[in-house]
T-cell receptor, first 113, second 112 residues
Framework: NAGVTQTPKFQVLKTGQSMTLQCAQDMNHNSMYWYRQDPGMGLRLIYYSASEGTTDKGEVPNGYNVSRLNKREFSLRLESAAPSQTSVYFC????????????FGQGTRLTVV | GENVEQHPSTLSVQEGDSAVIKCTYSDSASNYFPWYKQELGKGPQLIIDIRSNVGEKKDQRIAVTLNKTAKHFSLHITETQPEDSAVYFCAASIGESSTLTFGKGTMLLVSP
């Protein structure tokens, strides 16, 4: 039982490049989330998926897209990376509704140069 | 939407002392208040949570108190140990259909 698994753990991109951050959970959870963490800013929600087949914008969605591929997988895509997207990205999941206990992955540290 | 303020941003204590971290929330409809601990290089991990129908909850050395009237809740850690050193986040949500709103975090340093 691995919990929430994120890949890759580290990534360096050049401005304008695209990439997809992968997330998978093996806990049969309904809700999944993508957060970004920046110094002094806490955890800010980018997108979330309350259930398979649905996605919604969070606090900071600009520059990102998401796909809930199935119940297990929720990916985050940066179409044209910008230095402002340099951050640590966390995927999380919840067994029930979106405002309940969340389980986090280990994070992806992304640097855009 | 909901707004969560967390204080202090950093807290240094000696091993064995108690530590208290406080959060205030803006929406009186909020009813779920979790606390997360984030160790260096890892993702946040839930350590304790409380719902609005309870005023206090304890789990060994940690406790959380909730004051709905004042709209604030606090994390209390007693007999602190060096392994308690981490960043702690509070959060609040209005219900299962409303996402968690996090505070900006408190870096706790416990010195031996």
């Amino acid at each position: 039982n691995a919990g929430v698994t994120q890949t890759p753990k580290f990534q360096v991109l050049k401005t304008g490049q695209s990439m997809t951050l992968q997330c998978a959970q093996d806990m049969n959870h309904n809700s999944m989330y993508w957060y970004r963490q920046d110094p002094g800013m806490g955890l800010r929600l980018i997108y979330y998926s309350a259930s398979e087949g649905t996605t919604d914008k969070g606090e900071v969605p600009n520059g990102y897209n998401v796909s809930r591929l199935n119940k297990r997988e929720f990916s985050l895509r940066l179409e044209s990376a910008a230095p402002s997207q340099t951050s640590v990205y966390f995927c999380a999941s919840s067994p029930q509704g979106v405002g309940t206990e969340a389980f986090f992955g280990q994070g992806t540290r992304l640097t855009v140069v | 939407g909901e707004n969560v303020e967390q204080h202090p941003s950093t807290l240094s204590v000696q091993e064995g002392d108690s530590a208290v971290i406080k959060c205030t929330y803006s929406d009186s409809a909020s009813n779920y208040f979790p606390w997360y601990k984030q160790e260096l290089g890892k993702g946040p991990q839930l350590i304790i949570d409380i719902r609005s129908n309870v005023g206090e909850k304890k789990d060994q050395r940690i406790a959380v108190t909730l004051n709905k009237t004042a709209k604030h809740f606090s994390l209390h850690i007693t007999e602190t140990q060096p392994e308690d050193s981490a960043v702690y986040f509070c959060a609040a949500s209005i219900g299962e259909s409303s996402t968690l709103t996090f505070g900006k975090g408190t870096m706790l340093l416990v010195s031996p």
